[in-house]
């Protein structure tokens, strides 16, 4: 079998060989807002989405093609590369860490299965590029927490987190020994208006703007001084396809890049939503997902991605709390939440 080697020709691929994309996972938190900013920059037509469980919402099946694809199957995901010429993948689809703890065959099964599907296919078909995510998840209780480094400790605790690890792992060797383009970011916590999460452990920064708007109280399910990194999602966006567009010559990372933005605790989230729902109460409810928060960074330190391709958030806390709560009000408003 003969095979591409990373100084054979990834240098020459540039962003405009970028012209059919799959998104897997189009139905999910990150994968659905990703799929219309994709289709806004790539043409409607060139952006197919992919989802499996959730249904898809009415935006993303009317402004572009849509396929159901299971990625722990090969040949489906195989199927729709060859129907669309696809030449990029954004592989968005995954199980995450609080359903991870609940499920860790399924988790290994959807994580791992299908991150080698895709490299495998990225690989047969000679695809410009493939986009992997990680997570904050790939750190453990050994790794230092404060100003978390880019080369450190990856020694989770939970199976999310261990297929993260292999992930990045498998990722930067089909870079290095099949000379597949690979790219990933490791997300902090994600906070988003348009679709909910599913399943993380980072869930409760965003389930407590919905029950500040619809309800005025919140039951967090971490305690309230524990802090994590987060990032809100046109942050999140903007640095995915920034990545993915950078220079391969610049990266001297691929599938692992550290990614900040802000931190807070569960406690100064909740006071800087009462700032503008001021009868808004939240009390604290630990529940399994507390050690799997206790085991991960507080704060992150970015800078081989600001170094590398130039990642430079726009989002603060209150930014932030002020955009999620103007965006949820008028959706609260118009009955869609
Ligand atoms: N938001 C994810 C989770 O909580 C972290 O990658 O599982």
């Known amino acids: 079998m003969e095979y591409r080697y990373s100084d054979g020709g990834l240098s020459k691929m540039s962003k405009d060989d970028m012209k059919r994309i799959l998104v897997t996972g189009s139905t999910g938190q990150i994968g659905s807002e990703l799929t219309v900013e994709l289709r806004k920059r790539y043409?409607?037509?060139?952006?197919?989405?992919?989802?499996?469980?959730?249904?898809?919402?009415?935006?993303?099946?009317?402004?572009g093609p849509y396929e159901t694809i299971d990625v722990t199957k090969r040949e489906e995901i195989e199927r729709v590369v060859k129907k669309y010429d696809i030449d990029t993948i954004?592989?968005?689809?995954a199980v995450l860490s609080?359903?991870?703890?609940?499920?860790?065959?399924?988790?290994?099964?959807?994580?791992?299965?299908?991150?080698?599907?895709?490299?495998?296919?990225?690989?047969?078909?000679?695809?410009?590029?493939?986009?992997?995510?990680?997570?904050i998840a790939v750190f453990g209780p050994e790794t230092p927490n404060e100003n978390t480094p880019q080369d450190t400790i990856l020694k989770p605790t939970t199976m999310y987190g261990v297929t993260k690890v292999a992930g990045e792992l498998l990722g930067n060797y089909y870079v290095k020994r099949f000379g597949v383009d690979v790219r990933g970011i490791r997300y902090p916590g994600i906070i988003s208006s348009e679709t909910l999460p599913g399943g993380g452990t980072t869930d409760y920064a965003v389930e407590i703007f919905y029950a500040a708007i619809k309800e005025k109280k919140y039951t967090c399910f971490v305690k309230e001084d524990t802090v994590l990194p987060m990032m809100y999602m046109p942050d999140c966006i903007k640095g995915t396809i920034q990545l993915m567009e950078a220079d391969f010559s610049k990266l001297k990372h691929h599938a692992d890049f550290n990614l900040a933005s802000m931190s807070f605790s569960a406690k100064e989230l909740a006071d800087e939503i009462k700032k503008h729902i001021p009868d808004f109460i939240c009390d604290y409810k630990p529940d399994f997902r507390q050690e799997i928060a206790d085991s991960w960074p507080r704060t992150i330190d970015d800078s081989a991605a600001r170094e590398e391709w130039g990642w430079k958030p726009d989002y603060d806390l209150s930014r932030m709390v002020e955009d999620m709560i103007e965006k949820l009000t008028v959706k609260y408003e118009k009955g869609l939440i």
């Not at 043409?43 to 402004?63: I, M, Q, Y």
């Not at 954004?90 to 689809?93: E, K, L, S």
């Not at 988790?107 to 299965?113: A, K, L």
Request: aromatic share 4%.
């Open 98 to 135: 609080g359903v991870g703890e609940q499920k860790p065959l399924l988790c290994w099964d959807v994580n791992m299965n299908g991150l080698h599907n895709i490299l495998e296919i990225a690989r047969e078909h000679s695809l410009t590029r493939v986009f992997c995510p990680s997570s």
């Open 43 to 63: 043409g409607n037509d060139n952006v197919v989405a992919a989802g499996h469980r959730r249904k898809p919402s009415e935006t993303l099946v009317s402004t």
């Open 90 to 93: 954004y592989h968005m689809a």
